[in-house]
T-cell receptor, first 114, second 115 residues
Framework: GAVVSQHPSRVICKSGTSVKIECRSL??????MFWYRQFPKQSLMLMAT?????????EQGVEKDKFLINHASLTLSTLTVTSAHPEDSSFYIC??????????FGAGTRLSVL | AQSVTQLDSHVSVSEGTPVLLRCNYS??????LFWYVQHPNKGLQLLLK??????LVKGINGFEAEFKKSETSFHLTKPSAHMSDAAEYFC?????????????FGTGTRLQVTL
């Protein structure tokens, strides 16, 4: 089946620093990638949708200057949390979708901002 | 607009007994429906999907779900629960089109399996 790799799985950083999370589709070309945020014991909330080679589309309430998304190739998308603060601590999950219009999810990144 | 309601936030069953996780959906179009499973601190794994073909959908690990348009339901079942089935389950709806569509997630049902 389709495999999506997300790295790192866990990151701890100081307040004010930036953190980059990578999402790779390993065995298929992902025309669209999605970034989600999940708070403890809650469902996934879509943050943004990105298509290869174009700007990401952000959901209402998500700061595009704070959560920078780059989708430079059909197998890689990155999410950079800029100037992270403790309230940005969360579980971030990416997904990738190819021709079958099914989203395959990465294992997630737990971000802790001190 | 589309939405999903998972009727139970927590379900507890004994090992070897049937599992029923309930889901109702609302969609303006012919939806695609999915069930995903999430183990602690892990990403989501696709269990099964319905995309307007057979209404009874068989998935991995013995799970299946039946699409009932008249009841706008897509309940997930398994004849016999295993300890390894303990996880969070999400019912998801997508207004499918030719390109990747947004997913709307239910709030999740935590399945507990006891000995």
């Amino acid at each position: 089946g389709a495999v999506v790799s997300q790295h790192p799985s866990r990151v701890i950083c100081k307040s004010g620093t930036s953190v980059k999370i990578e999402c790779r589709s390993l065995d298929f070309q992902a025309t669209t990638m999605f970034w989600y945020r999940q708070f403890p014991k809650q469902s996934l909330m879509l943050m943004a949708t990105s298509n290869e080679g174009s700007k990401a589309t952000y959901e209402q309430g998500v700061e595009k200057d704070k959560f920078l998304i780059n989708h430079a190739s059909l197998t890689l998308s990155t999410l950079t949390v800029t100037s992270a603060h403790p309230e940005d601590s969360s579980f971030y999950i990416c997904s990738a979708s190819g021709r079958q219009n099914i989203q395959y999810f990465g294992a997630g990144t737990r971000l802790s901002v001190l | 607009a589309q939405s999903v309601t998972q009727l139970d936030s927590h379900v507890s069953v004994s090992e070897g007994t049937p599992v029923l996780l309930r889901c109702n959906y609302s969609s303006s179009y012919s939806p695609s429906l999915f069930w995903y499973v999430q183990h602690p601190n892990k990403g989501l794994q696709l269990l099964l999907k319905y995309t307007s073909a057979a209404t009874l959908v068989k998935g991995i690990n013995g799970f299946e779900a039946e699409f009932k348009k008249s009841e706008t339901s897509f309940h997930l079942t398994k004849p016999s629960a295993h300890m390894s089935d303990a996880a969070e389950y999400f019912c998801v709806v997508s207004e499918a089109s030719g390109t990747a569509s947004k997913l709307t997630f239910g709030t999740g049902t935590r399945l507990q399996v006891t000995l």
